[in-house]
């Protein structure tokens, strides 16, 4: 991916043995499981192709999901760029239905906006619309259908903008989630974008556990930029360590309005960057702390019938080898008022092998569902078999299947 910050990074794999001292470079920012936009330099302007069309996909293996989003992802690919850049976005729309790209948070002309009435018309199902301006800001910032609907349907994708002089303190990893929620009833694969509540949760547009996990160096400086639209608030939680909000939709805080948190309501169209010193080795959870946001595909309890069948496939469904959990059936605990709530049903065997996940504990992906995905801290050389692994997916493959404690 071209990168074309104010400095180099340096070497991913140099230790670094006086993090005061670091300079401040700006890193690529990772999106697990979204790609990123390519463009070409045309004339000194950086062109992108910004394709709208419905997209098939997953949020967790053989669960498909009709929604819609830009070249073939959803949510739409990452496009990164630096403060002074000028861009152009020649948008496509291959909807059904016209549509519209608005630019969340630039401050470019009106008629580059994309506020359909205000400053464009709709762009018709067919057309384009070439979106030019020059790049004065920098920070976190969005792009996405400024038809509220299609924005329900999957239709954002992150724009992270680089400033000219590189933020301080130094970061050695820069990570950028989208969060977003989906109603998608039973049978069904089209979200249903009327809904008030719903059932499905992601980053990324994956739902825990697939959510591939962020890796860190023990020691290392980490920035997350969360970007959130849709219909609910979602409160994000850090495990393990306390970290800072540095920026907001609008760009960057200054260091003296930061203060510690672990949890950051990121409401509905804003942007929070958190940054966190990654002090301690672990499987840290990421995620949002709302209960409801810690499930995947929740529907309503329907009576002691729905409870019987929880019970049946948790004794004898896919968790078989967790069966422990529910000892047999015992009448005196249907007593009890209230029962059952939780469940525990680990599911490692349906999480698609990657390297990142090399030494996760046997179950970890019991309690991973909704809006939840890990930041693991691991030790200089744990990082450098995962880097390794990611060059060799065959061998990172074996090295699942291999038994685990
Ligand atoms: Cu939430």
Not at 175 to 187: A, D, R, S, V
Not at 355 to 368: I, V
């Amino acid at each position: 991916m071209p990168q074309q910050a104010a400095k180099q990074a340096p070497d991913p794999h140099a230790h670094h043995k006086h993090p005061a001292a670091k300079e401040a470079v700006n890193h690529p920012v990772a999106t697990p499981d979204l790609p990123k936009l390519p463009f070409k330099l045309v004339d000194g302007v950086k062109e992108f192709h910004l394709i709208a069309e419905p997209v098939r996909t997953e949020f967790l293996p053989g669960r498909p999901v009709d929604a819609w989003g830009f070249n073939g992802s959803v949510p739409g690919p990452t496009i990164e760029a630096n403060e002074g850049d000028r861009l152009r976005v020649i948008f496509e729309n291959r909807l059904p239905e016209m549509s519209a790209l608005h630019w969340h948070g630039f401050e470019v002309p009106m008629e580059m906006d994309g506020s359909v009435g205000l400053g464009q018309d709709p762009v018709p199902p067919g057309g384009k619309f070439v979106h030019e301006f020059t790049l004065n800001q920098h920070g976190t910032f969005f792009y996405h259908s400024h038809f509220a609907m299609q924005e329900m349907m999957g239709m954002l994708g992150l724009v992270v903008l680089h400033p000219k002089d590189p933020y301080k303190p130094a970061v050695d990893r820069d990570f950028g989630l989208i969060l977003q929620e989906w109603m998608i009833l039973p049978n069904n694969t089209v979200p249903n974008t009327l809904a008030m509540e719903f059932n499905w949760l992601t980053f990324n547009g994956k739902a825990g556990p697939v959510c591939t996990p962020m890796i860190v160096k023990q020691g290392e400086r980490v920035r997350i930029r969360l970007v959130n639209i849709g219909m609910d608030h979602h409160p994000i939680h850090l495990h393990g360590v306390q970290f800072v909000v540095t920026g907001t939709e609008g760009g960057r805080i200054e260091e003296d309005l930061w203060y510690p948190q672990n949890t950051v309501l990121v409401g509905v169209a804003q942007a929070r960057n958190i940054e966190f010193e990654a002090k301690y080795v672990g499987d840290w959870m990421l995620h949002c702390h709302l209960p409801h946001h810690m499930m995947n595909q929740m529907v309503a309890m329907v009576g002691p019938v729905t409870h019987e069948a929880h019970g049946e496939h948790a004794h004898h469904g896919a968790a078989a080898d967790t069966k422990d959990f529910y000892p047999k059936d015992d009448p005196q605990k249907k007593k009890v008022r209230g029962y059952p709530q939780d469940m525990w049903m680990p599911m490692d065997h349906m999480v698609p092998v990657k390297p990142e996940h090399l030494g996760l504990r046997k179950n970890w992906t019991g309690a991973m569902m909704g809006m939840m995905t890990l930041v693991r801290v691991v030790t200089p050389e744990t990082y450098d078999k995962i880097a390794a692994l990611r060059k060799d997916p065959v061998k990172a493959h074996e090295h699942h299947e291999a038994p685990k404690k």
